[in-house]
Structures are given as C-alpha cells and as structure tokens.
C-alpha cells in the first residue's frame, strides 16, 4: 500500500484539506467501550466536576485519532503514516446539549524528508483553544 500523492508534487507550505469532526457523547461512550477506557471523566459530568474539570471531556486517544484524518485522507492510504505524535495541550470539553463538540483540524507539509516521506504539521482546535501541541505526522508519499 502507498500513498496516493507523488513526493515530487509536493512543496514545503502545502495545505492539506481541513476538517471539521463532530464529538457527541455518545460518540465517547462508544469509544470506551471499543477501547477499554472507562474512566467517568469521559462520561459522567457530575464526576468530571467532582475532579475539577468543566464537563467531560474527550479522550486524548480519540482526538488524536480524529485529527489524523486529515492526514490519511489527503495521503488516501492510513498506512502511508509511518510515525505520528502529539502532545495533549487541552482537553476537548463535550457539553451535554445536543451538540457536543467539533474539533477542528488543520495541516500543512512542514518539511520534505528522506526517503519520499514528507513532515505534516498539524493543528487541531476545539472551542478556539488548541487541543493537540507539536502535533506531527511523517508520511511516505509515492
């Protein structure tokens, strides 16, 4: 499987599409269930306050996997991604409304690199704050 972008189309500055990812709660007690995280700071308002937090918030893992979204889809192959990190800056709040949350993610070519592989610098945002710091993906491009 490779990526389906030519490493020689590419400058530093390109502009992958952004995206917009809803996050509703039932959307994180779906992902605990499918992950095993069960802490109630991703469920249950009234803990996440007891703990001092404003509501629940969104797992770390789950925002990390939507914001590299951007990334697989503009690459058209997930396994193109061969090293990805972030640091968890703030957590993405999800109110009980109807509505929840979006996270939104942006991300542009940060570097060309060895061997047909580029550096995509993300930024993922939630309620204007940035969720995700030094959030960087490599990607082998064909």
Known sequence: MTAKI???????GTQLPGRSFPVTRD?????????????PIHWNEKFAQE????????HGMF???EAIRVVTDWAGDP???????????RPV?????????EIEVTAKVGAKL???TV????????????????????VRLA
């Open 6 to 12: 030519a490493y020689a189309d590419i400058e530093v």
């Open 79 to 89: 396994a193109a991604v061969v090293e990805y990190g972030v640091r968890f800056t």
């Open 63 to 65: 925002t990390m996997a």
């Open 51 to 58: 703990v001092g937090l404003p509501d629940v918030i969104a």
């Open 119 to 138: 550096r995509v610098d993300l930024t993922a945002t939630s309620a204007g704050q940035k969720v995700l710091g030094m959030s960087r993906a490599v």
């Open 27 to 39: 959307m994180l007690v779906r992902y605990a269930g499918a992950s095993g995280d069960f802490n």
């Open 114 to 116: 060895d061997d047909n």
């Open 93 to 101: 709040v999800v109110p009980n409304d109807g509505k929840g949350a």
